[in-house]
């Protein structure tokens, strides 16, 4: 058996004295470590915290420089709406001074025109007379299911091509187009509303429609003189309720042109009673309307404002009189 033989700083040692002195060097290793994980801890944490702290530095500086941007932003925002409102106030200053602005059209030969008017005076516009009746869907026959009101407007302009082109006269023709008898759902002074001839004229005279046939020829050539490609006039197309009497339509009309005659622009609205071949629900209302207001200041003169009123056939307004439309019929 061998026998062994411990050594400890050259000096014979037990196997107790071993184990007490590794177990001392176990010790003192451990506190060296546990000193070291400790210094190490701090060094981390120091260095943690120095991050931590540029980090928030950054992000502080970077959510101020966010904020400065949106703040000259909203500065920048509010210039631009500051500005648009006043070159809207400007253009509305201007318009409203362009209406105050007259200027004055004399017709020295009035148009020799008569109630009758010729044969050959309809022709063109036939295509107005299209049914705008509300069509039903389905095969139930019920009354509830209806397409949406045809309110029709046209523009008729000067200039253009083709068959669109303007026609020299033609605001003058359409009047008389639309004041034709033999159209007319009543008596012409129950169809006939206009603000342009006097009240006291017979609507069935030759005096009536050469008077309207004259102010149309002074405001064709108005536009001509102030805008050779502007807008002469309007054509507004309104379905009526065929369910009530001449009356009723009547106020529906009346209702109808208040806004235009308020404004001082020229209109002429006419009720028209179903063509003896179409549709007998077919009742239904014509307006032709000028843009610019006028005055009669004499025989045959009129004076028309510089500028028009583009705000009454605003996107805003058309969405009002179609709603207004509807509701007068359904109230009547």
Same mark, same amino acid.
């Given at each position: 058996?061998?026998?062994?033989?411990?050594?400890?700083?050259?000096?014979?040692?037990? %196997?107790?004295?071993?184990?007490?002195?590794?177990?001392?060097?176990?010790?003192?290793?451990?506190?060296?470590?546990? =000193?070291?994980?400790?210094?190490?801890? =701090?060094? *981390?944490?120091?260095?943690?915290?120095?991050?931590?702290?540029?980090?928030?530095?950054?992000?502080?500086?970077?959510?101020?420089?966010?904020?400065?941007?949106?703040?000259?932003?909203?500065?920048?925002?509010?210039?631009?709406?500051?500005?648009?409102?006043?070159?809207?106030?400007?253009?509305?200053?201007?318009?409203?001074?362009?209406?105050?602005? *007259?200027?004055?059209?004399?017709?020295?030969?009035?148009?020799?025109?008569?109630? $009758?008017?010729?044969?050959?005076?309809?022709?063109?516009?036939?295509?107005?007379?299209?049914?705008? #009746?509300?069509?039903?869907?389905?095969?139930?026959?019920?009354?509830?299911? &209806?397409?949406?009101?045809?309110?029709?407007?046209?523009?008729?302009?000067?200039?253009?091509?083709? !068959?669109?082109?303007?026609?020299?006269?033609?605001?003058?023709?359409?009047?008389?187009?639309?004041?034709?008898?033999?159209?007319?759902?009543?008596?012409?002074?129950?169809?006939?509303?206009?603000?342009?001839?006097?009240?006291?004229?017979?609507?069935?005279?030759?005096?009536?429609?050469?008077?309207?046939?004259?102010?149309?020829?002074? #405001?064709?050539?108005?536009?001509?003189?102030?805008?050779?490609?502007?807008?002469?006039?309007?054509?507004?197309?309104? !379905?009526?309720?065929?369910?009530?009497?001449?009356?009723?339509?009547?106020?529906? *009309?009346?209702?109808?042109?208040?806004? #235009?005659?308020?404004?001082?622009?020229?209109?002429?609205?006419?009720?028209?009673?179903?063509?003896?071949?179409?549709?007998?629900?077919?009742?239904?209302?014509?307006?032709?309307?000028?843009?610019?207001?006028?005055? %009669?200041?004499?025989?045959?003169?009129?004076?028309?404002?510089?500028?028009?009123?583009?705000?009454?056939? %605003?996107?805003?307004? &058309? =969405?009002?009189? $179609?709603?207004?439309?509807?509701?007068?019929?359904?109230?009547?």
């Amino acid at each position: 058996m061998s026998k062994l033989r411990f050594l400890l700083d050259n000096a014979d040692a037990s %196997h107790p004295e071993i184990a007490a002195w590794a177990g001392a060097g176990r010790r003192a290793v451990g506190r060296e470590t546990r =000193k070291m994980n400790k210094t190490s801890a =701090k060094d *981390r944490a120091g260095r943690h915290l120095k991050l931590a702290e540029q980090e928030r530095a950054e992000r502080a500086a970077k959510r101020s420089a966010q904020a400065a941007r949106r703040r000259e932003e909203a500065e920048t925002l509010k210039e631009a709406a500051k500005i648009r409102l006043a070159r809207r106030r400007a253009r509305k200053e201007e318009e409203e001074a362009g209406r105050r602005r *007259r200027f004055i059209v004399q017709i020295e030969r009035p148009p020799k025109v008569t109630a $009758r008017g010729g044969r050959n005076l309809y022709r063109r516009h036939a295509r107005f007379e299209r049914t705008v #009746l509300p069509q039903r869907f389905g095969s139930t026959g019920d009354s509830r299911l &209806l397409s949406r009101l045809v309110f029709r407007i046209k523009t008729r302009s000067l200039g253009g091509n083709g !068959p669109s082109r303007w026609r020299r006269r033609e605001a003058a023709r359409f009047a008389r187009y639309l004041i034709r008898y033999d159209a007319l759902e009543g008596t012409p002074c129950e169809s006939i509303s206009t603000n342009i001839a006097d009240a006291a004229i017979d609507r069935s005279s030759d005096t009536f429609v050469q008077h309207l046939a004259g102010f149309m020829v002074a #405001l064709e050539e108005a536009e001509i003189a102030i805008d050779p490609a502007g807008q002469v006039y309007k054509s507004i197309i309104v !379905p009526l309720p065929y369910e009530v009497e001449l009356e009723g339509r009547m106020r529906i *009309r009346d209702a109808l042109v208040a806004p #235009l005659a308020k404004r001082g622009v020229p209109y002429i609205a006419v009720l028209h009673a179903p063509d003896p071949g179409g549709d007998q629900r077919n009742y239904h209302l014509h307006i032709q309307v000028g843009l610019r207001e006028f005055k %009669h200041v004499g025989p045959g003169a009129f004076a028309f404002a510089e500028t028009k009123n583009r705000d009454l056939f %605003h996107p805003a307004m &058309l =969405k009002a009189w $179609r709603r207004f439309a509807l509701a007068s019929a359904l109230v009547v």
